[in-house]
C-alpha cells in the first residue's frame, strides 16, 4: 500500500535461521527410506539368483525319497518348497536397525512393559522341521520406549533363521537391551517342538520353556517374579 511491502515472502524466508531441526529430520527419513529400498531390492536379487540352485536341490531330495518329480502333483513342489524355505529364513537378510528406524523415543518412563504372547514360528536347525509358540517380553526403560509392534518385529527377526529355542530367546533380549540400554530384559518362550511330536518319542502334548534375564530381572527377585506373574502365569 505505502510502496514498501514490495519483498517477497520467499525472500524474506531466506533470512530466517531454520534451526528448528525439521529439515535435518526429512533428510535422515528420505535417506532410511532409500536406504531400506536398497536392502529390500539387493535381498529380492539374491533371493532370485539363488532360486534356481534350490530349486534343483529340492528336485534331487525328492527323487531320492523315490518319487516322480515328473507327475503332476509333483512338478512345481520343488519351486514352491524353495520359495517357502527363502521366506522361512528371511531373518538373516533383516537388522534391528531397520526395523527400529525412527521407532525409539524418549520418554520418561521407567515402569515395567510388557508385550506376551507373540506369535512365534521357526525351524529347528536340528532337523528343519517348525517349532512354534508365545514369546512373552518385559523390559524397564531408561529414558528411552520403543513402539510395541517393534517387539514383535524383533522376534520375526531372530525367529526367522534356523534356530534352537535356547539361542533364539538369548538374541531377542540381547537385541532389545542393545537397542534401548533398558534397566533389565526378560524374555520368556513357550513352544512345542515338531521334531519331538512327529518324530522321535512323539510326545504330543510336550513344551519346551526358555528364558533369558538381563539386568534387574536378573538381579532382582521381585522384579522377576512381576514379570512373570503379569506374563506367563497371567
Same mark, same amino acid.
Do not use: W
Given at each position: 500500500?505505502?510502496?514498501?511491502?514490495?519483498?517477497?515472502?520467499?525472500?524474506?524466508?531466506?533470512?530466517?535461521?531454520?534451526?528448528?531441526?525439521?529439515?535435518?529430520?526429512? =533428510?535422515?527419513?528420505?535417506?532410511?527410506?532409500?536406504?531400506?529400498?536398497?536392502?529390500?531390492?539387493?535381498?529380492?536379487?539374491?533371493?532370485?539368483?539363488?532360486?534356481?540352485?534350490?530349486? +534343483?536341490?529340492?528336485?534331487?531330495?525328492?527323487?531320492?525319497?523315490?518319487?516322480?518329480?515328473?507327475?503332476?502333483?509333483?512338478?512345481?513342489?520343488?519351486?514352491?518348497?524353495?520359495? +517357502?524355505?527363502?521366506?522361512?529364513?528371511?531373518?538373516?537378510?533383516?537388522?534391528?536397525?531397520?526395523?527400529?528406524?525412527?521407532? =525409539?523415543?524418549?520418554?520418561?518412563?521407567?515402569?515395567?512393559? =510388557?508385550?506376551?504372547?507373540?506369535?512365534?514360528?521357526?525351524?529347528?536347525?536340528?532337523?528343519?522341521?517348525?517349532?512354534?509358540?508365545?514369546?512373552?517380553?518385559?523390559?524397564?526403560?531408561?529414558?528411552?520406549?520403543?513402539?510395541?509392534?517393534?517387539?514383535?518385529?524383533?522376534?520375526?527377526?531372530?525367529?526367522?533363521?534356523?534356530?534352537?529355542?535356547?539361542?533364539?530367546?538369548?538374541?531377542? +533380549?540381547?537385541?532389545?537391551?542393545?537397542?534401548?540400554?533398558?534397566?533389565?530384559?526378560?524374555?520368556?518362550?513357550?513352544? +512345542?517342538?515338531?521334531?519331538?511330536?512327529?518324530?522321535?518319542?512323539?510326545?504330543?502334548?510336550?513344551?519346551?520353556?526358555?528364558?533369558?534375564?538381563?539386568?534387574?530381572?536378573?538381579?532382582?527377585?521381585?522384579?522377576?517374579?512381576?514379570?512373570?506373574?503379569?506374563?506367563?502365569?497371567?
Amino acid at each position: 500500500m505505502n510502496g514498501h511491502c514490495n519483498v517477497k515472502m520467499s525472500d524474506a524466508m531466506e533470512d530466517i535461521p531454520f534451526n528448528n531441526g525439521f529439515g535435518d529430520l526429512i =533428510i535422515d527419513n528420505k535417506k532410511s527410506a532409500a536406504h531400506r529400498k536398497h536392502e529390500s531390492s539387493r535381498k529380492e536379487a539374491e533371493d532370485k539368483s539363488r532360486l534356481p540352485a534350490l530349486e +534343483a536341490a529340492y528336485t534331487s531330495i525328492l527323487r531320492e525319497l523315490g518319487e516322480d518329480t515328473d507327475r503332476q502333483g509333483l512338478l512345481r513342489t520343488p519351486l514352491r518348497a524353495a520359495k +517357502a524355505m527363502q521366506f522361512l529364513t528371511k531373518g538373516y537378510h533383516e537388522t534391528i536397525d531397520d526395523i527400529l528406524n525412527n521407532a =525409539i523415543f524418549d520418554e520418561d518412563h521407567d515402569e515395567m512393559v =510388557i508385550v506376551k504372547d507373540i506369535d512365534m514360528f521357526s525351524l529347528c536347525e536340528h532337523h528343519l522341521v517348525p517349532f512354534f509358540g508365545k514369546v512373552h517380553i518385559g523390559y524397564i526403560p531408561n529414558k528411552k520406549v520403543v513402539g510395541l509392534s517393534k517387539l514383535a518385529r524383533i522376534v520375526e527377526i531372530f525367529s526367522r533363521r534356523l534356530q534352537v529355542q535356547e539361542r533364539l530367546t538369548k538374541q531377542i +533380549a540381547m537385541g532389545i537391551s542393545e537397542a534401548l540400554q533398558p534397566k533389565g530384559v526378560a524374555v520368556v518362550i513357550e513352544a +512345542a517342538h515338531m521334531c519331538m511330536v512327529m518324530r522321535g518319542v512323539q510326545k504330543m502334548n510336550s513344551r519346551t520353556v526358555t528364558s533369558t534375564m538381563l539386568g534387574v530381572y536378573l538381579e532382582d527377585p521381585k522384579t522377576r517374579e512381576e514379570f512373570l506373574t503379569l506374563s506367563v502365569h497371567a
